[in-house]
T-cell receptor
Framework: GAVVSQHPSRVICKSGTSVKIECRSL??????MFWYRQFPKQSLMLMAT?????????EQGVEKDKFLINHASLTLSTLTVTSAHPEDSSFYIC??????????????FGSGTRLTVV | KQEVTQIPAALSVPEGENLVLNCSFT??????LQWFRQDPGKGLTSLLL???SQREQTSGRLNASLDKSSGRSTLYIAASQPGDSATYLC???????????WGAGTKLIIKP
C-alpha cells in the first residue's frame, strides 16, 4: 500500500536553531500534503496544507514565517521550524493524499516526528 | 464550525471484553468519517472509513457505525486484546475541502 516516509522520527535541538522535517511519498504521487501538530493529550491540529508547486495554505494562528513548508515535487514536502523555541516542542505528523485517489481513504500518514527544543 | 468529540477520554478494560468507543460531531454535513489508531509516539493507522451514505463498516474485530442525523459514530471492538491498547481517533472529512477535523481521542488500555 501507499507509504509516507517521515524523517527524522525524533530530534532534539537547541533553542534558536532550525529543524527540517521531511515527508516523502514512496509509491504514489501526493498532490496535497497536510502538516499536523499534536501536543500531549490533545487532538491533532492542522497547521497547513501544501499543494505541489504552489504556496502552502496556513491555518489561522500558525506563523508562516516560522513554519516554512516546501512542496517542491509530487513526492516530497518539508516542514522547517525556524528559530525553534521550547513551546514548539510537539509531535509533528504529515499526511499525503494520493493523486490517484477517487474519494477513497486517500490519506496516508507519516510516522511522525517528536521535536524537543531545549 | 465542525467540532468532534470523543468519549470517554480514557478506558481500561480486561482482555476479552467487547467495548464501544464514541465519537460525536456537530455538523452532519460530512463527506466521510474515519477511525484511526495511534500507538504512543507513532503515526496514525487508518482503521475504517465510512462514507456519508454508509451506515457501517467492518474489518475483522472492528465495526464502525455512522448515524449522520444524530452526529454520532461508534467503534465497536470485539474480544479485545492487549495489542488493541492504543489511542483511537475519529476524524471527519467535510465536503468542501480535504481537511480532516479530529477528535481528541480515546486512550484504550486492555489489561491482560
Amino acid at each position: 500500500g501507499a507509504v509516507v516516509s517521515q524523517h527524522p522520527s525524533r530530534v532534539i535541538c537547541k533553542s534558536g536553531t532550525s529543524v527540517k522535517i521531511e515527508c516523502r511519498s514512496l509509491d504514489f504521487q501526493a498532490t496535497t500534503m497536510f502538516w499536523y501538530r499534536q501536543f500531549p493529550k490533545q487532538s491533532l491540529m492542522l497547521m497547513a496544507t501544501s499543494n505541489e508547486g504552489s504556496k502552502a495554505t496556513y491555518e489561522q494562528g500558525v506563523e508562516k514565517d516560522k513554519f516554512l513548508i516546501n512542496h517542491a515535487s509530487l513526492t516530497l514536502s518539508t516542514l522547517t521550524v525556524t528559530s525553534a523555541h521550547p513551546e514548539d516542542s510537539s509531535f509533528y505528523i504529515c499526511s499525503a493524499r494520493d493523486r490517484g485517489d477517487r474519494g477513497g481513504i486517500g490519506y496516508t500518514f507519516g510516522s511522525g516526528t517528536r521535536l524537543t527544543v531545549v | 464550525k465542525q467540532e468532534v468529540t470523543q468519549i470517554p477520554a480514557a478506558l481500561s478494560v480486561p482482555e476479552g471484553e467487547n467495548l464501544v468507543l464514541n465519537c460525536s460531531f456537530t455538523d452532519s454535513a460530512i463527506y466521510n468519517l474515519q477511525w484511526f489508531r495511534q500507538d504512543p509516539g507513532k503515526g496514525l493507522t487508518s482503521l475504517l472509513l465510512i462514507q456519508s451514505s454508509q451506515r457501517e463498516q467492518t474489518s475483522g474485530r472492528l465495526n464502525a457505525s455512522l448515524d449522520k442525523s444524530s452526529g454520532r459514530s461508534t467503534l465497536y471492538i470485539a474480544a479485545s486484546q492487549p495489542g488493541d491498547s492504543a489511542t483511537y481517533l475519529c476524524a471527519v472529512h467535510m465536503d468542501s475541502n480535504y481537511q480532516l477535523i479530529w477528535g481528541a481521542g480515546t486512550k484504550l488500555i486492555i489489561k491482560p
